[in-house]
């Protein structure tokens, strides 16, 4: 996907509120079994890319470009696979913490209509396209793609359960989130993202649609949004979102060579 050329304007709307500018606010491991990622490993996401580190030990830090230093230990534990999210001057963001391959229950999904009914469950969607929706019921679940530009849900998403992760993904649909404290993360999305319930995340997201929150205590931080970012409840956090102007077309060039 060629990137769009982006002209931009701080966003963020709570609803009866006026803005105040143009808008508001794997490979396999060493046993042979495949696995999206590896243990001990960061990947730090940002302005210039995605760059893997070995997670540090003790005190041990990741230097970031904004003189902030990562410790993904403290947060996720010595040998963990963790995210690091920046921002666009390369500050942190967040670090999300990835379950280990004992924790959790493999899934491979198809073309056509999935759902994902087990808690715990990490669908590996790796570096292809899967045509058709996906829903997933379980709580604690992680949806790994290995980028947007090599990860294509070509369907709507929908997460009915607690506290997952989606990152690495391109969904050309909608996305909804009718649970809780969901990350939705290192993405593209061609539709809306709409937030039902209460302290979801969404943060290094280019999104064509608008983002729906209803909900409660959601963080929303620094995101490309084509058209709108509204609140009917209480977001905790909303900034460093940017609006842009797909000037290249590309939402609809791709849209265009989804079935009928």
Do not use: W
């Not at 808008?23 to 995605?50: H, K, L, M, S």
């Not at 830090?61 to 403290?74: E, T």
């Not at 963790?82 to 959790?104: H, R, Y």
């Not at 899934?107 to 292809?128: C, F, S, T, W």
Request: hydrophobic fraction near 35%; include cysteine; proline fraction near 5%.
């Amino acid at each position: 996907m060629r990137k769009t050329r982006l002209r931009t304007a701080h966003l963020c709307l709570l609803a009866g509120v006026l803005p105040a500018v143009l808008a508001g606010c794997g490979d396999d491991d060493d046993d042979g079994t495949v696995f999206p990622y590896r243990p001990n490993e960061t990947v730090v996401i940002g302005p210039a890319g995605d760059v893997t580190e070995r997670t540090p030990d003790g005190d041990a830090c990741i230097d970031l470009p904004s003189g902030d230093c990562a410790r993904p230990q403290r947060d996720c534990g010595n040998g963990a696979r963790a995210d690091v999210l920046l921002d666009g001057e390369g500050g942190l963001i967040d670090t999300i913490c990835l379950p280990g391959e004992v924790e959790i229950g493999l899934v491979y999904v198809e073309d056509g209509k999935a759902v994902v009914p087990d808690n715990g469950a990490v669908v590996i969607l790796g570096r292809q396209d899967l045509l058709g929706d996906l829903v997933v019921e379980g709580n604690e679940s992680v949806i790994y793609g290995e980028s947007p530009a090599e990860t294509v849900l070509d369907g709507d998403l929908e997460l009915r359960g607690n506290e997952s992760i989606v990152r690495g993904v391109t969904v050309t649909g909608d996305v909804a989130f009718d649970g809780n404290s969901a990350q939705l993360y290192h993405c593209v999305v061609f539709g809306d993202v709409v937030l039902k319930g209460n302290e979801n995340f969404i943060s290094n997201c280019t999104i064509f649609g608008s983002i729906h929150g209803s909900g409660n205590e959601d963080r929303v931080i620094h995101n490309y949004v084509q058209r709108t970012i509204e609140f009917s409840g209480a977001p905790a956090e909303c900034r460093d979102n940017l609006l842009f102007e797909d000037a290249d077309g590309i939402r609809s060039s791709m849209t265009q060579k989804r079935p009928t």
